[in-house]
């Protein structure tokens, strides 16, 4: 949910960003500025920590007792390679978006 919640600001923050470029507004460029605000803060106190918590505490438990996070049951549903990229994608995009968030808007 977190992370729903931070793309989905993250998107209206680029669509604001667009359909305030090129107007003088000052209203609109503040607003544009605590919308920034708003992404910067939820990526940096929820969405990064949060998501490199979940990552790392679901593979280290995984790793002490797969039962516990990932029953063999679910093999037959779920195979390993898409566990694998449902679990660690988190953690090899946050960096990314993390760079991009910080260093896209001055």
């Keep these: ?14 669509l604001s960003s667009l359909l ?4 003088d507004s ?18 940096a106190v929820l969405a990064f920590p949060v998501g490199v918590f ?9 790793i002490y007792d797969r039962e516990l996070v990932y029953p063999k049951v ?7 390679w898409l566990n694998h990229g449902m679990v660690s994608k988190v953690m090899q995009t946050l960096p990314c978006i993390n760079k ?3 260093h896209r808007f001055p």
Excluded at 1 to 14: E, K, M, R, W
Excluded at 20 to 23: L, S
Excluded at 26 to 43: G, H, P, T, Y
Excluded at 54 to 62: A, C, G, K
């Design 100 to 102: 991009s968030v910080r």
């Design 54 to 62: 979940v990552v790392t505490l679901f593979w280290s438990i995984y």
């Design 1 to 14: 949910v977190i992370q729903a919640v931070f793309f989905g600001i993250c998107v209206l923050t680029d």
């Design 20 to 23: 305030t470029k090129g107007n």
């Design 74 to 80: 679910l093999d037959n549903f779920i195979p390993a």
């Design 26 to 43: 000052q209203e609109q460029e503040r607003q544009l500025k605590k919308l920034i605000s708003l992404r910067d803060w939820v990526m």
